[in-house]
């Protein structure tokens, strides 16, 4: 059974039309990440949730935005999607003090037309 | 700064060649985490490997091999006897500040039947 679940698999948004991605798990892990993943490259550390404590990388840009309503669910904002923000974006979690590997949902691609 | 390369971008191998993954990363961390994950088309990230910067023990688990070396700051995964299932990109992974993870760039490993 799937633990870190991203809704949707894929998504299409329009230029400067602001969507959101979903993440929930079932791990009740205290880390949430989110990770951008462009085409043939390693996925980039875009922000984390350490319980309700926010930490988002100096270079993501304010355009990208994050909420962490519960434990359980993650939610990415983008607020006005350019050409350059299609991509995979990947959820994780991870158990307390990063020690423990993350866990990874399955994406959501986004495309931006 | 941390830091890992994997300097081998795609590699392509005949089914039961052995293939080796190299990984090499730099941090000023006196503890930290190394770890392996593999990217099958599907886009999940599946864990493979955690290993602390304490233990230089290398690890086997079935055909997959972990060759661990503080010295060069290497952290070589190897595939014996690789199945066209193997196909996928295989990212190393460098864990810091207790929670965040920076990934290698990838090798896209590709096994031919």
């Known amino acids: 059974d799937a633990m870190v679940i991203q809704n949707p698999r894929y998504q299409v948004t329009q230029f400067g039309k602001p969507v959101t991605l979903s993440c929930s798990q079932t791990?009740?892990?205290?880390?949430m990440y989110w990770y951008q993943q462009k085409s043939s490259q390693a996925p980039k550390l875009l922000f984390h949730?350490?319980?309700?404590?926010?930490?988002n990388e100096a270079d993501t840009p304010d355009n990208f935005q994050s909420r962490r309503p519960n434990t359980s669910f993650c939610f990415l904002d983008i607020r006005s999607p350019g050409l350059g923000d299609a991509a995979m974006y990947l959820c994780?979690?991870?158990?307390?003090?990063?020690?423990?590997?993350?866990?990874f949902g399955q994406g959501t691609r986004l495309t931006v037309v | 700064a941390q830091k890992v390369t994997q300097a081998q971008t795609e590699i392509s191998v005949v089914e039961k060649e052995d293939v080796t993954l190299d990984c090499v990363y730099e941090?000023?961390?006196?503890?930290?985490?190394l770890f392996w994950y593999k990217q099958p088309p599907s886009g999940e990230l599946v864990f493979l490997i955690r290993?602390?910067?304490?233990?230089?023990q290398n690890e086997i688990s079935g055909r997959y091999s972990w060759n661990f070396q503080k010295s060069t700051s290497s952290f070589n995964f190897t595939i014996t006897a690789s199945q066209v299932v193997d196909s996928a990109v295989y990212f190393c992974?460098?864990?810091?500040?207790?929670?965040?993870?920076?990934f290698g760039s990838g090798t896209k490993l590709n096994v031919k039947p």
């Open positions: 791990l009740n892990h205290n880390v």
């Open positions: 290993r602390n910067s304490f233990d230089e």
């Open positions: 994780a979690t991870s158990g307390r003090d990063g020690i423990y590997e993350a866990f």
């Open positions: 949730y350490y319980d309700k404590d926010f930490n």
């Open positions: 992974a460098h864990e810091y500040n207790f929670n965040k993870f920076y």
């Open positions: 941090t000023r961390d006196t503890t930290y985490y």
